[in-house]
């Protein structure tokens, strides 16, 4: 029986036209093995879910578009914090790619995992390119876990500069979980793409005891960033008005750079190391009413 109900969860779980009431449910308890309480959510991922169905603030399909959530960053903080932007184009054909340096980054702006990262260009065989780009531009990412503010979102590609730091093969990746507000924790994601080490801080720079699933808890001590204090400052502007937001953010040869703005992170499916970190976690969370 147990093995017939996990059947037809998969099966279910691809049906991409159910309403999000039906299809979020589903979608958790395939994933996660528990039923999804959105009465009464208790844990981080079961108010993210809950975030998902019933937080429809206007601004946030602004604020995950990484195009037009330049405009928000620059008014909140100023557009010193902004990546450097190459060049906006509705189609790849668009992108003339003569034009752009030597090294570079693709994105398309409607969803998450839609980079390209060349760091150089004489290597890069266009017509691939392109025709990844054609792809994602096709694809609806609110169909992936109906996360709200990514319904209906312009599927335009970006060119940014290609963030690198010397003698660095790899930049580390600061998020900042934000509640109403304010900080509770930082992730630090260390070699990403390579060994992906991860681990948390709190705002004083204590390490936290706690990591999630796939990624390789990081045992050593991380350097504290020299502008942890600024960070700490233009992160908390960026978050001021929402129930919970995470703020990302790069430092560059100690210059910070604005990353994205997520309300959903993992899809509100993440595996907490211990699992009752996913209830401590929860309860940062305060959902409006």
């Known amino acids: 029986m147990r093995n017939y109900k996990k059947i037809i969860l998969r099966l279910l779980k691809n049906f991409k036209f159910l309403p999000p009431k039906i299809y979020i449910p589903l979608q958790y308890e395939y994933v996660t093995g528990n039923k999804l309480n959105l009465k009464n959510p208790k844990t981080f991922?079961?108010?993210?879910?809950?975030?998902?169905?019933?937080?429809?603030?206007?601004?946030?399909?602004?604020?995950?578009?990484?195009?037009?959530?330049?405009?928000?960053?620059?008014?909140?903080?100023?557009?010193?914090?902004?990546?450097?932007?190459?060049?906006v184009y509705e189609t790849p054909n668009e992108i003339d790619f003569e034009k752009l340096p030597n090294k570079f980054v693709l994105k398309c702006v409607h969803g998450s995992g839609y980079n390209i990262c060349v760091k150089d260009k004489s290597s890069l065989d266009i017509v691939k390119t392109k025709k990844i780009l054609e792809k994602w531009q096709k694809?609806?990412?609110?169909?992936?876990?109906?996360?709200?503010?990514?319904?209906?979102?312009?599927?335009l590609i970006i060119a940014e500069k290609f963030l690198e730091e010397f003698e660095k093969e790899v930049i580390n990746d600061?998020?900042?979980?934000?509640?109403?507000?304010?900080?509770?924790?930082?992730?630090?994601?260390?070699?990403r793409q390579i060994k992906n080490y991860r681990c948390y801080y709190n705002t004083d720079w204590e390490k936290l005891n706690f990591c999630t699933e796939k990624k390789l808890f990081y045992e050593d001590e991380t350097t504290?960033?020299?502008?942890?204090?600024?960070?700490?400052?233009?992160?908390?502007?960026?978050?001021?008005?929402f129930p919970f937001v995470r703020v990302d953010f790069y430092l560059i040869e100690n210059h910070i750079i604005f990353g994205e703005l997520t309300f959903y992170p993992g899809n509100g499916l993440i595996k907490f190391l211990p699992e009752e970190m996913n209830t401590i976690v929860g309860d940062y969370f305060k959902l409006p009413n």
Do not use: H
């Open 45 to 87: 991922n079961e108010k993210i879910q809950w975030y998902k169905l019933n937080y429809k603030n206007p601004i946030l399909r602004k604020l995950v578009d990484k195009y037009n959530v330049r405009e928000f960053v620059s008014d909140k903080i100023g557009e010193k914090y902004l990546n450097t932007l190459l060049g």
């Open 139 to 155: 694809k609806n990412f609110y169909n992936k876990g109906k996360e709200w503010a990514y319904k209906g979102i312009k599927p």
């Open 224 to 241: 504290r960033p020299e502008k942890l204090t600024e960070m700490i400052e233009v992160v908390e502007k960026l978050a001021e008005n």
């Open 174 to 191: 600061y998020k900042f979980f934000c509640f109403d507000g304010k900080i509770k924790f930082i992730q630090i994601d260390i070699e």
